[in-house]
C-alpha cells in the first residue's frame, strides 16, 4: 500500500538521476539498479557516480543473469567492481543468490532504509526540540531576571526623582523673597512706560466725551478695570522673561542630575538583557505669576 514502483527511462531520453530528482523530495527513495552485464559499462559508472554526489542514498544491486548459466559463488568482477567504486555501507546482495532469495534482501534492505530515514527524521525533531527548549530556558531565565531587577530600577528612580524634585521646590521657597524683590524692581522700572500706555489706552466699549462731560461710576470702574488688566499683562511677560533663564538653569541642572543617575543605574547592570528605561522628556518646570499677586505688588508700590 501506498508504494508507488518508477522505472528509469532510457538514457537517451531521460537519465536516472533527473528522473530520480523528480521524486526525492515527496517520497521516501528506495533505489535499485539492475544489470544484466557481468561489468559495469562507463555510462553505468557515470550514472551511480551522478546519484551518488548528488543525493547520497543507499542502492540495492541486482543482477540479473540468464537462466541457464550457472551461479558464481565466489566474488564476481562486478561484485569487486562495485565495492571498489561505490564502499556500499549496508551489503545487500549476495553471489549466486537465487531470484526469490534477490527479492527477500530487497525487503530487508527497504526496510533498513526506511529505518534510516526514520531516524533521521527523529534526529531532526530532536534538535528541534532541543532549540525550542534552550529558548523557553533562555526566556524563563530572562523573564525572572526581569521581575527581579526591574522593581528595584523603579523603585530607585522614583526615589531619586522624589529627592530632586523635593530639593527643586526647596530651592523655590528660598527664592521667594528674591522673587518678590524682582518684581518690585521690574515694576519700578517700568513705571513711566505703564503710565504712558495707560494714559494713551483705548478703552473697550466705553465713550469718553470730548466737550469734557463726566462720565459715571460705572464706566469709571470699567476703566480701572482695563488699565488694571494692561498692567498685570505686562508685568507678568516681563517679570516670566526674567525668571524664565533661573528656570531654565534649574531644569537643566536638576534634569542633568537625573540622567546621570539613570546613566550610572543602566551601567551597573550592564550585564541584564532589558535596559533600564531611559529618561524620555525632561521634567519640565514652569512659572506662574497670579494676577491676585500682581494687585497686591501693585496696591503696595
Not at 478703552?203 to 478695570?225: A, H, L, M, T, Y
Request: glycine fraction near 4%; charge should be negative; proline fraction near 6%.
Amino acid at each position: 500500500q501506498e508504494v508507488d514502483i518508477v522505472v528509469a527511462p532510457c538514457r537517451g531520453f531521460q537519465s536516472a538521476e533527473a528522473t530520480l530528482g523528480e521524486f526525492v523530495n515527496q517520497v521516501l527513495p528506495v533505489v535499485t539498479f539492475a544489470i544484466s552485464e557481468p561489468q559495469l559499462s562507463p555510462s553505468d559508472q557515470a550514472e551511480l557516480r551522478q546519484i551518488k554526489e548528488k543525493f547520497s542514498l543507499p542502492i540495492f544491486f541486482l543482477r540479473v543473469s540468464e537462466p541457464c548459466s550457472d551461479p558464481d559463488r565466489d566474488k564476481s568482477p562486478l561484485q569487486q567492481q562495485l565495492l571498489e567504486f561505490l564502499n556500499p555501507s549496508i551489503p545487500c546482495c549476495i553471489p549466486g543468490s537465487s531470484m526469490p532469495e534477490k527479492l527477500r534482501l530487497l525487503g530487508a534492505f527497504s526496510r533498513q532504509v526506511l529505518q534510516q530515514h526514520l531516524v533521521q527524521a527523529a534526529t531532526r525533531l530532536s534538535e528541534v526540540h532541543g532549540r525550542c527548549l534552550n529558548i523557553f530556558i533562555n526566556q524563563a531565565f530572562d523573564m525572572q531576571r526581569d521581575l527581579q531587577i526591574t522593581p528595584k530600577r523603579l523603585e530607585y528612580t522614583r526615589r531619586k526623582e522624589s529627592e530632586l524634585y523635593e530639593s527643586l521646590m526647596g530651592i523655590a521657597n528660598r527664592k521667594q523673597e528674591e522673587m518678590k524683590e524682582m518684581i518690585v524692581e521690574t515694576l519700578g522700572s517700568m513705571k513711566e512706560e505703564l503710565l504712558q500706555d495707560a494714559a494713551s489706552m483705548d478703552f473697550r466699549d466705553i465713550i469718553i466725551p470730548e466737550n469734557g462731560e463726566p462720565v459715571s461710576s460705572k464706566d469709571i470702574k470699567r476703566c480701572i478695570q482695563q488699565i488694571q488688566e494692561l498692567i498685570i499683562s505686562r508685568l507678568n511677560q516681563a517679570v516670566a522673561n526674567k525668571l524664565i533663564s533661573s528656570v531654565d538653569y534649574l531644569r537643566e541642572s536638576f534634569v542633568g542630575t537625573l540622567e546621570r543617575c539613570l546613566k550610572s543605574l543602566e551601567e551597573s547592570w550592564e550585564g541584564s538583557v532589558h535596559p533600564a528605561r531611559a529618561l524620555d522628556k525632561p521634567r519640565e518646570g514652569s512659572v506662574h505669576i497670579t494676577s491676585n499677586y500682581l494687585k497686591q505688588v501693585w496696591g503696595v508700590w
